[in-house]
């Protein structure tokens, strides 16, 4: 764990500049979006603003804040795996910036394949708008998600001492993070879910099983 503390160390320069980045998009979104991202920052327990917005972005939710949010998604993720694979000493061709970046590359590979693979079933079958309306959902929790996980990151790279304890506490807070996101998509759309069950059971197999056995087939 010694080694894995000191490659944490060596690399602080480049992930201050990553965390300094996802600061500054932060910040130019609070300028341009203020109350927007506050709205994102609150869905776990508020679905208000989450349906108004929805009913407003329906028919192009992909904008500047969708795009720059899914920037910081990858960016984070990517940082978390990164220290996670450090730490535990998993895969030594990753222990560096490169590593990172090619983090990113899978991580972003496997959430637009995710997408594409929805969108065409989705059109297969005839159900686009109930397709949309669990992809908005996935994609404004799970911004909230990175939102609440960024502190716990941030205090986990520069955490002096207890590093490994701070690394299982933010793993721990992103898994019970995942957990409420599923709990709070499956009973704001209950309705949706229930009334579609075989297409959401498809959607979870084909959307979350098998892009990520693609991605890892094609890496490994």
């Known amino acids: 764990m010694f080694e894995a503390t000191k490659i944490i ?8 500049l990553v965390l300094l980045f ?12 203020k109350a927007k991202l506050f709205h994102v920052s609150t869905f776990f327990y508020s679905k208000k603003y989450l349906s108004i917005y929805y009913n407003k ?21 990517s940082l978390l795996f990164y220290l996670l694979n450090v730490y535990f ?11 990172y970046l090619l983090l990113i590359s899978l991580i972003g590979s496997y959430f637009i394949l995710r997408y ?16 949309s309306t669990i992809v908005y959902y996935k ?9 609440w996980l960024l502190p716990f990151l941030v205090v986990t790279v520069y955490f002096t001492t207890y590093k490994k304890l701070a690394l299982k506490i933010t ?3 992103f898994v019970l993070f995942l957990i409420l996101r ?6 704001n759309n209950k309705k949706l879910i229930f009334n579609n069950l075989f297409y959401f059971i498809l959607y979870l197999c084909a959307l979350e099983i098998a892009p990520l056995i693609i991605i890892l087939k094609l890496t490994f």
Do not use: C, P
Request: net charge positive.
């Open 22 to 33: 996802i600061f500054s998009v932060l910040t130019m979104l609070k300028l341009v979006y």
């Open 171 to 173: 793993l721990l807070m």
């Open 116 to 131: 594409f693979i929805g969108l065409f079933l989705a059109l297969l079958f005839n159900f686009k708008e109930e397709h």
């Open 182 to 187: 599923y709990i709070l998509l499956l009973k």
């Open 89 to 99: 000493q998993l895969y030594s061709k990753l222990f560096n910036f490169h590593g």
């Open 9 to 16: 160390h060596q690399n602080s320069d480049w992930i201050t």
């Open 57 to 77: 972005e329906k028919r192009g939710f992909i904008n500047l804040l969708q795009v720059s949010l899914f920037i910081i998604q990858l960016l984070v993720l």
């Open 139 to 147: 994609m404004s929790y799970f911004n909230n998600l990175i939102l």
